[in-house]
C-alpha cells in the first residue's frame, strides 16, 4: 500500500510495510537504552510499527531509511520552528564552523545574541548560554540559591535529568536523597524558598492557570524568592516570544532553548543583572560554541523579520479547531503551536498508527512549525481519510501500546 504525502510542492510516496530493525538492533546493541533520548525510544509510539531511526529532514518532511517521507508534528521535539535544514539557520552555522566552533577566548556573536535576546525580552539584563534545557535548569536553581543564600527550591516537576529533578520521579535511581528540592505548594513558599521553578504553561492556557502564575509571582516577591520560569518549551512559540511578555508576568530567571537555534544544541539562562551576576560557578567549554551561537542569532532576526509568530499562532488555532472536528476520540489539547493528543490509549494508538501509514508522524506531544502552514489543506484531507477509515473499520493495532515519556507523564499529571 502506498498514500500521497504532501510536503510543500512534492508528492512522496509513502510504503505501508513494516518498519526496517535494521538500525533498531544496531542500537541495541551499541547505545544504552538503544536510544539518546527518553521521548524518542521506540516504546513511547506504536513499537513494532512505527519506523526508529532517520537519515535527515527537510522543512517538516522526514526520511527513513528506507527513503519513506513523513511529515511531521513531532518536530524535533519542539525545536524545528522554521524547519529542517532552514537556509538561513544552516548557511550562518555552515560560516560559523568554517571559522572554528570553539574559540580560545569569547566570541563576538555571543555578544550579539545576548544582546539580541535583551532586546526581544526586556525584563531580562544578563544572559549566559549552555547546551540544553536541563543545564539550564540546572544553573538557574544554582544561580537562585547563591543570589539567595537559601537552599531549598521549589518545583513543579519536571525540568531535566539532573539529580534535582529526577530526585521528584520516584524511583530517581542513582540520585542520592535528601536533596533540598521539593514539589511546589503555593502554601510552602516562605523566608526559607531560595527559589521557585517551574514552567508558566504547559497546555493549560485558563483563566485559573493565570491568576495562579500571578499568585504565585507576587508570593515570591514577598517573601524574597526568586521565581523561574522554565520556558524550554514554550520560548519562540508564543506571541512577543515567550509567555512571560504575552502574559505580563515577569519572572527573575529564565531558561529557554528548543526552538532557539532551530535545532542546534543551545539554552539561554537570563535574568535580574544583580542575580546573574551573584557568585556562583557554572561553566562549560561548549557554552561559547559559535555555530549554535550564530544560529540562534539568524533565527531570532528571521523572527523578528520573515516569520511573524502571530501568524504561525493563528494557522495552528485554526489547525487544531479543525483537526478537533474530525473525531469524537482523538483530540489535540494545548495552544496553537503546541499541544498533546488526548483520548483513551488504544484509540489514540490507532490513530498514531493509520496516520504514520498514511505519512504523518504524530507522538504523546503535538507541534506545529512554519513549515505546516501552507501544507495545513492537504494534512487535513489525509487525516479525514484516516479518522474515516478508524471509524468504518476493524482496524487492529500492529505493534505496543505506546508509554508516555516521564516528561509527558509528568506534565500531564501537574495540568490535571
Given amino acids: 500500500m502506498e498514500t500521497a504525502v504532501f510536503t510543500g510542492s512534492k508528492k512522496h510516496k ?106 526581544i525580552m526586556p525584563f531580562i539584563q544578563k544572559v549566559r548560554f549552555l547546551k540544553s534545557g536541563s543545564e539550564g535548569c540546572a544553573a538557574s536553581v544554582r544561580i537562585a540559591r547563591a543570589f539567595t543564600g537559601r537552599n531549598v527550591i521549589l518545583s513543579e516537576g519536571y525540568h531535566g535529568f539532573h539529580d534535582e529533578f529526577t530526585s521528584l520521579t ?93 535545532g542546534m544544541p543551545i539554552s539561554c539562562v537570563g535574568g535580574r543583572g544583580d542575580a546573574m551576576n551573584s557568585d556562583y560557578f557554572v561553566s562549560s567549554t561548549f557554552a561559547g560554541e559559535t555555530a549554535s551561537l550564530s544560529a540562534a542569532l539568524a533565527c531570532l532576526k528571521a523572527l523578528q523579520k520573515s516569520y511573524d509568530i502571530n501568524h504561525l499562532w493563528s494557522a495552528g488555532s485554526r489547525f487544531q479547531a479543525r483537526f478537533n472536528e474530525l473525531s469524537e476520540h482523538v483530540k489535540i489539547e494545548g495552544y496553537p503551536t503546541r499541544g498533546v493528543l488526548k483520548g483513551e490509549d488504544l484509540p489514540k494508538a490507532l490513530f498514531m498508527q493509520e496516520s504514520c501509514r498514511a505519512g504523518l508522524l504524530f507522538g504523546a506531544s503535538w507541534f506545529y512549525a512554519f513549515p505546516h502552514i501552507d501544507l495545513e489543506d492537504q494534512i487535513l484531507a489525509i487525516l479525514k481519510d484516516v479518522f474515516f477509515r478508524l471509524n468504518s473499520s476493524n482496524i487492529k493495532l500492529e505493534g505496543a501500546l505506546p508509554k508516555k515519556p516521564i516528561a509527558q507523564t509528568i506534565r500531564e499529571r501537574k495540568s490535571a
Fill in 14 to 119: 509513502v510504503s505501508g510495510s513494516r518498519v526496517d530493525l535494521e538500525y533498531r538492533k544496531r542500537a541495541e546493541a551499541v547505545i544504552a537504552h538503544s536510544a539518546l533520548t527518553n521521548s524518542k525510544r521506540p516504546e513511547c509510539f506504536v513499537n513494532g510499527f512505527y519506523p526508529t531511526h532517520f537519515t535527515g529532514g527537510n522543512g517538516v518532511c522526514l526520511t527513513d531509511t528506507r527513503n519513506n517521507k513523513y511529515t511531521d508534528f513531532i518536530c524535533g521535539l519542539g525545536s524545528n520552528l522554521l524547519g529542517y535544514g532552514h537556509t538561513l539557520t544552516v548557511d550562518a552555522a555552515i560560516q560559523a564552523l568554517k571559522r572554528g566552533p570553539t574559540l580560545s577566548f569569547s566570541s563576538t556573536v555571543e555578544v550579539e545574541l545576548a544582546e539580541k535576546i535583551i532586546e
Fill in 170 to 262: 520516584p524511583p530517581a535511581n542513582g540520585v542520592p536523597p535528601h536533596l533540598f528540592i521539593k514539589p511546589l505548594s503555593p502554601d510552602l513558599i516562605d523566608e526559607t524558598v531560595g527559589g521557585v521553578i517551574l514552567e508558566p504553561i504547559m497546555t493549560d492556557m485558563s483563566d485559573e492557570r493565570i491568576k495562579w502564575l500571578r499568585d504565585i509571582r507576587e508570593r515570591c516577591t514577598k517573601v524574597g524568592a526568586l521565581l523561574i520560569f522554565d520556558e524550554t518549551i514554550t520560548a519562540l512559540r508564543f506571541p512577543r516570544f515567550c509567555v512571560a511578555n504575552y502574559l505580563g508576568i515577569e519572572p527573575d530567571l529564565i531558561v529557554f532553548g528548543k526552538a532557539l537555534a532551530n
